[in-house]
């Protein structure tokens, strides 16, 4: 089973900047598409960003502009580069392999994800 392991969570003001990083064990990272989840207290865990092995990207409406999906395949690792954070954006943030960029569907385990909290 591939392992992620994601950092770069934290406490910001709104209109503040964080990057994520993301972590995943095993050999074949780089044949696989990856995005980026996060989940807010009492909501549905949602798909917000994400990346093909080829370097396609594709985002929900609501962070289009001011989130940036990038990976680096040599050291097995997804970022989320997050700016103009707003209060709306606070969740529980994990990443996990994909069967499709377009789609929702999670391959893996999930991780422990990384805290992000935005004040106002």
């Known amino acids: 089973q591939v392992q992620f392991v994601e950092s770069g969570g934290g406490l910001v003001q709104a209109g503040g900047s964080l990057r994520l990083s993301c972590v995943a064990s095993?050999?074949?990272?780089?044949?696989?598409?990856m995005g980026w989840y996060r989940q807010a207290p009492g909501k549905q865990r949602e798909k917000v960003a994400a990346?093909?092995?080829?370097?396609?990207?594709n985002y929900a409406d609501s962070v289009k502009g001011r989130f940036t999906i990038s990976r680096d395949n040599d050291k097995n690792t997804v970022y989320l580069q997050m700016n103009n954070l707003n209060p709306e954006d606070t969740a529980l943030y994990y990443c996990n392999g994909l069967l499709s960029i377009y789609g929702n569907f999670a391959l893996h385990p999930w991780g422990q994800g990384t805290q992000v909290t935005v004040s106002s």
């Open positions: 095993g050999n074949s990272f780089s044949l696989n598409h």
């Open positions: 990346i093909s092995s080829g370097g396609t990207t």
